[in-house]
């Protein structure tokens, strides 16, 4: 009885552990065109080139019917996708969860970028990301985004193929990103 007791106890304090509260992601599962854009280390690369390094798949996917491909096939440039986030009233810590899907030991990383302003016009604060290795298979990931800095008044949700900085390069699908807000 005891057993079952705590069990009960313990399947009623875990929702209150859970991140709570909305998605504040646009376009989650990339059923839809936008939200999403290019962005990093990507000066002089064209616009058309640009445009190759973010692709709406329909052929592999963890649910719906696409996922996101996210490729950096270049070593002099670190392309990533971004979506700005804006917040009316910063909360003390995130939950970043998406999944994804890399080759067997491929290195890649999500976070998000502290800001202060406007997606057309915003400083830079600072950022919380983690880099993952792949499996192969689609997994679900987890970022923990805390100690935001003073100001922040806009995340920008960062999707990248390989690790930061110019000669990696890799290929990630990412489908089911949700930002929740963690009190």
């Not at 998605?23 to 002089?44: A, M, Y």
């Not at 058309?48 to 973010?54: G, R």
């Not at 003073?150 to 193929?161: D, I, K, M, S």
Request: glycine share 10%.
């Amino acid at each position: 009885m005891k057993k079952f007791m705590f069990a009960a106890l313990a399947g009623l304090a875990f929702p209150l552990m859970a991140a709570d509260g909305p998605n504040l992601i646009k376009n989650p599962g990339f059923e839809e065109d936008g939200e999403w854009r290019v962005w990093g280390s990507i000066t002089g690369m064209s616009d058309a080139e640009k445009q190759t390094k973010m692709v709406y798949d329909t052929t592999t996917f963890a649910s719906g019917k696409r996922s996101l491909k996210v490729i950096d096939d270049q070593e002099k440039f670190s392309p990533y996708v971004i979506q700005f986030v804006p917040l009316e009233t910063p909360a003390a810590s995130y939950r970043l969860t998406f999944k994804a899907k890399a080759e067997e030991g491929a290195e890649f990383r999500a976070g998000a970028m502290f800001n202060k302003g406007t997606p057309a016009k915003h400083e830079y604060l600072g950022s919380a990301d983690k880099p993952f290795r792949g499996n192969g298979e689609w997994k679900e990931y987890t970022v923990d985004i805390k100690n935001l800095k003073e100001g922040t008044n806009l995340l920008a949700v960062l999707l990248a193929p390989c690790k930061w900085g110019e000669g990696y390069t890799g290929t990630v699908w990412f489908d089911d990103v949700s930002l929740v807000a963690v009190e």
